[in-house]
């Protein structure tokens, strides 16, 4: 075993030992703390945006600037790809 | 203990894939763990977002009651697409590489091992 | 890669449009029903990419070049950057504004337009949105896996 070998059993066990401690410690499954600003969103997603759907209107309506940066991403991602297999066909 | 066994799965699903990134050798064995990571933090977003006997937040045939949080669903939809896009990148460039190496060992590529 | 039988090529010429309208239906309907652009999209690509698998990718990449492809989802983006800006002119000072929403003037006509059983134009911007985002995931998606098939079709050493 070099020592390269033990020092990443040792930063292994280390992190694993702090994720389970902090999933033990969680809050009960089923109750979180704050919910105030969601349900600001279920009481008057039909009143103001008109749809029926909670999960779209956040998506595109309350939170419309997410969905912009992820678009920008998937762009990004599509344009590198085809810039790579076009050297290997040249 | 047994309450919050869904945080143990998303404690799971992590380490193994922290595993497989630090001690494979096989360039595809490390991309397949990074997947697995990416796929810990989603069950996670969604695992914020529950309440006690909710229904999805939909009003379209809803057998009423409370709904869930609309906001970490959101969240959650947007890293899904992501990962996917991260996901092809990392293969075309693991082809790239084996054209110009000949050869897949994370170990043999690059400028050779350090003394 | 190589195409298949003429048994795999034949049944999934038939099975083809059936399955595109149920992808299109999650587009269309994404704030009534669970689904929207992201989601449908996804499933328009992945059947897109069961023709390239039954066709063999020589003959794919013979009829649709990426080119195409590229120019289809810089529409999908072009489009949601305008229906966003749209909302700083004819709305209030905000950018992404909804501006369809509610009784107003320009709102009488629009909103009449297809009122059915299901009632689809209820929601101002936002099916225009789920079109916009949905063809561009459909368009990227498709465009990666034509390309990566392609490429690994040729010879070594090249």
Redesign the interface.
Known sequence: MSKRNIA?VI??VI??VF??FS??M?H?????EK?E??QY??DNT?G??????????????Y??????G??T??????????L??RR??K | MIFNIPFIAVAALVLIGLYAVVFKRNLIKIVIGITLIESGVNLFLITLAYRKDSTAPIYTASPGGIMSMPVPHALTLTSIVIGVAVLALMLSLVVYIYRHYKTLDVRKIGGGEEE | MSGMSKIVKTITSIAFPFTMIYGLYIIAHGHLTPGGGFQGGAVVASRCAMILFAYGSVWTMGKIKEKHLSGLESLGAIGFICLAFFGLIFGLQYFFNNFLVGEKGLNLIFNQLAIGASNINTAGVLPLMNFAVGLKVIAGLFGIVLVMAYATSLKEGK
């Open positions: 990443a930063f292994l992190v694993a994720f389970v999933a033990l969680m009960p499954f089923g109750e979180p919910t600003m969601d969103i279920i039909q103001e945006t008109g749809a029926d759907n909670g999960v779209t209107s956040v998506v595109f309506d939170r419309g600037f997410d969905t912009l992820e678009a991403v998937l762009f990004t991602a599509v344009a590198s790809v085809i790579i297999f290997l066909k």
